[in-house]
């Protein structure tokens, strides 16, 4: 017999293994096979793919793979039921979240037993955190239904909300989709990742017996072909799309133009960084919950340590260590650390990576875990003598694989951390809080943890910058995204293709000294090409001309844009009076634009250039005061919501109320910080040229504007490649704007593509906190307190 002193020293223990017969007695009900669910039922299931599970490769069921029509008829069904969804009150609409949420709570056992043999993480994790946070999205979004048409004013429900989601969290993901969609007053047809479908069907069944009418939530399953069907769908308003950069890229250029509203939340390589005053003990549990919960199967996994060289040694020994002592086994095991992978596609995925980190001249390290003879495992795994141009520095490997690299300074720190094309989430260790906040403000990350990682809640938002993806997930600004501003329906195709039918714009010759020039950089410039363009007037007669700006014009402007970024880092009161000098300005000179816009429309332009004076006033008052907000995060933490800029913006202009509009677009942009390249009307240009000259007058910094007249269908295109600019706004025909999203995909950046035709002086449609959230991202500061 073993000595309990012997036991006491090593700390062994045997497996506890958690009952999965209840979740193995859902399944024989129904036979083991499923069809879909559709308007409330459950459809005759069709051609067949296996659900298995993944820690000792057994089938557990058979599921139909959603076809064309398939697809359809979900979609048909949830806007059959929308109608009668968005008639109940907000309240009744709540009563069902509620309702959903306490199900979730009763049959939580089997939802979590099931979650675990399907997915192969451990059970400890899917009852202790996926089910009971899957619960929390439905309370407390059963909370904003009857609030939500207060509390977002001048919006709707978008409508028919498709959403595709993977299959690393599959309940707590549909949470996140579902209970927000819904709502907002949204109707949902959700297709879940193949690998795991059987909690979203297990939900579907046990939401209906709750009541909630038919047709409001739909779940089709099926692999990406059923996703790109649902993708393509015309009938669908949005799309709401959680999964890898690559399949996140492709759906942007499938929705291109449609006019449909787009989230994204896409992959990630999210830095932890050490520095030397932390505490070390709790960094090295914050590098296990980082990399290897989940195993490591985490969008936002802290997979990049990166550590102070004067901790370096001591901190790697530390993590060796911990590692050691990690239990890998079944994942029904409630005594384990890490489970199964997905799938031995992904086992073999992440077999590759490490052998790539090998030949890049990786050092890897592992410990001597005692892995299950079959099944998906993979043990705890370290690379240390990485650099950042390695595979594994930059890509993804979606498992339990750990790179670490050191830094020296703090500045050093966040630029390594920042080195990456993604930006989902980062975790600061630090016990001198004025550091770690430092560098929090300096990461381009939707989200960073200070002295923790992977905390999660329904109040807070969740979601990425740059090709990490956009739109967020949880808390009011989760709620927007499933919420459309009623004047930001699809531009009416006509619109502002009408003036450029009306006008003629001969090419004239090199006839530079009559020409506007363009304004880069805060100079005056000539267009590169040396060509001109005329501006005719109302009557008739030639106004004047101006540059015809080409692609090296436009990537002078973005280099002049990306350099001027100070101008994010200058205070909100700063750039106020900015905003207020412009405005004055303008005012002193409005008889010369109100006669420029005149001879150009026929119309006084009197009006117009008052209201833009005004429109200028209105957002030099709102740079310190578009807030951010303090979540009711769980206790003991702090979470600040911050609206961030998002970068350098290209705004193209419409054709309607040249100067308004322009001013109306540019203002909220540069108000919050962002740099911008516009390409202003091409009927009455010189609105924007004359302006150029309010902005050299009124002490904005060279770079923060830039104007390149021209072509706007020449134009956009070169802004919308390029990878330095990070979002574009369109106020303009749908073809262009189809371009340009389609063009976007390279960095993934925002598009607006909104009405130009809009009744830009009606302070209610031209102006407000729409602009203000279109011109920022949240970033979500997470703050601990307490011992
Ligand atoms: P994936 O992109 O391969 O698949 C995600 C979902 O999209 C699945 O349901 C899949 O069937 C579907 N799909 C695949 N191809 C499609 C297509 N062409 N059109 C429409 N749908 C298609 O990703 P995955 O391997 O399931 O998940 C891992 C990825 O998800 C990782 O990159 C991870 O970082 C990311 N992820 C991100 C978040 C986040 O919140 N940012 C959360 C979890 C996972």
């Keep these: 017999m073993t000595d309990i002193e012997e036991l006491f020293d090593e700390l062994e223990y045997g497996p506890a293994l958690e009952d999965a017969s209840p979740a193995y007695d859902w399944l024989r009900q129904h036979k083991n096979v499923f069809g879909h669910w559709i308007a409330g039922k459950w459809t005759t299931p069709g051609r067949d793919f296996k659900s298995k599970n993944p820690a000792d490769g057994s089938i557990l069921a058979e599921l139909s793979q959603g076809t064309k029509d398939d697809v359809d008829s979900a979609i ?32 939580s056992r089997l939802f979590a037993v099931l979650e675990t043999i399907d997915n192969g993480k451990p059970i400890r994790e899917t009852r202790d955190i996926d089910v009971p946070l899957a619960a929390r999205h439905f309370y407390h979004h059963a909370g904003w239904a009857p609030l939500v048409d207060k509390e977002l004013p001048g919006s709707q429900p978008v409508g028919v909300v498709g959403q595709i989601i993977p299959w690393n969290f599959p309940l707590l993901m549909l949470a996140w989709k579902v209970a927000p969609a819904l709502a907002a007053g949204n109707t949902v047809v959700l297709k879940p990742a193949e690998y795991t479908s059987l909690t979203a069907l297990l939900f579907a069944e046990l939401s209906y017996q709750c009541g909630l009418p038919k047709g409001v939530l739909n779940i089709v399953t099926g692999d990406g072909e059923t996703g790109r069907f649902l993708v393509e769908h015309r009938a669908t308003d949005k799309l709401a799309f959680t999964g890898s950069t690559e399949v996140g890229r492709e ?3 499938a929705t291109a133009g ?101 030949t890049e001249g990786g050092i890897c390290w592992q410990s001597e875990v005692d892995l299950p003879e079959e099944g998906c495992f993979f043990p705890p795994t370290l690379f240390t003598g990485v650099h950042s141009s390695h595979t594994l520095a930059r890509e993804e490997v ?25 930006g989902l989430a980062a975790s600061i260790w630090s016990e001198n809080i004025n550091l770690a906040l430092d560098v929090a403000s300096r990461l381009e990350t939707g989200v960073v943890w200070i002295n923790s990682t992977n905390q999660f809640d329904a109040a807070s938002g969740f979601g990425g910058y740059r090709e990490s993806g956009f739109g967020r997930e949880g808390g009011l600004e989760g709620l927007w995204a499933y ?5 930001d329906l699809l531009p009416d195709e006509k619109s502002s293709s009408r003036l450029f039918e009306k006008k003629q714009y001969p090419k004239s010759s090199k006839t530079l000294d009559r020409t506007r020039k363009m304004y880069i950089g805060g100079k005056q410039v000539r267009p590169d090409g040396g060509y001109s363009r005329s501006v005719i007037g109302y009557s008739g007669e ?45 005012e002193a000179r409005s008889e010369e634009f109100a006669k420029c ?89 010189l609105a924007a040229t004359d302006f150029y000259q309010v902005l050299a007058t009124s002490d904005v910094p060279a770079g923060v504007v830039n104007i390149v007249t021209g072509s706007k269908s020449s134009l956009a295109p070169v ?35 909104t009405k130009g035709s809009r009744n830009w002086a009606d302070s209610n449609i031209g102006e407000g906190r729409e602009f203000l959230r279109r011109a920022t991202q949240v970033k979500n500061l997470w703050v601990p307190y307490g011992e």
């Design 483 to 487: 919420r459309r501003a009623k004047e």
């Design 258 to 358: 449609s006019g449909k509203a787009l989230t994204l939340e896409l992959g990630g390589k999210s830095p932890f960084i050490v520095f030397s005053d932390a505490d070390m003990d709790s960094a090295v549990e914050g590098v296990v919950d980082g990399i290897w919960f989940n195993q490591g199967e985490v969008c936002c996994a802290g997979s990049r340590l990166l550590v102070q060289e004067s901790i370096a040694e001591v901190f790697e020994s530390k993590v060796k260590r911990r590692m050691a002592t990690l239990r890998v086994g079944s994942p029904l095991d409630k005594a384990i650390d890490m489970g199964a992978l997905v799938d031995p596609i992904q086992l073999r995925r992440i077999q590759r990576y490490v052998e790539i980190g090998k």
């Design 597 to 685: 816009l005149a001879t150009s429309t026929g119309i006084s332009g009197q009006q117009e250039v008052q209201s833009s004076v005004r429109r200028l006033f209105s957002y030099a008052s709102w740079c310190d005061k578009f807030e951010g907000i303090v979540h009711q995060a769980p206790a003991g933490q702090i979470v600040l919501a911050l609206p961030e800029p998002i970068g350098v913006f290209g705004i193209i202009c419409p054709e309607e109320s040249a100067l308004l509009a322009m001013v109306s677009l540019l203002s909220p942009a540069i108000a919050m910080g962002n740099t911008v390249v516009l390409v202003p009307s091409e009927g009455c240009p």
């Design 719 to 753: 802004l919308a490649e390029h990878d330095d600019v990070d979002a574009i706004w369109c106020a303009e025909h749908v073809e262009l704007g189809q371009i340009i999203e389609k063009l976007s995909v390279g960095n993934l950046k925002q598009t607006w593509i």
């Design 76 to 107: 048909c069904s949830a806007r059959l039921a929308l109608s009668s969804w968005q008639s109940l009150s907000g309240y009744q609409r709540g009563q069902y979240l509620y309702a959903i949420a306490r199900q979730i709570q009763k049959n």
């Design 398 to 422: 979606f498992g339990p694989v750990l790179v670490l690299m050191t830094f020296r300074t703090h500045e050093e720190a966040t630029l390594l951390a920042n080195n990456t094309r993604y």
């Design 251 to 253: 759906i942007r250029k």
């Design 542 to 586: 030639l106004l004047g001309e101006v540059g015809e700006g080409n692609r090296k014009d436009i990537r002078n402007a973005v280099e002049a844009a990306k350099s001027a970024s100070r101008w994010s880092k200058i205070g909100a009161h700063e750039r106020a009076q900015v905003l207020y000098f412009l405005a004055e300005n303008l």
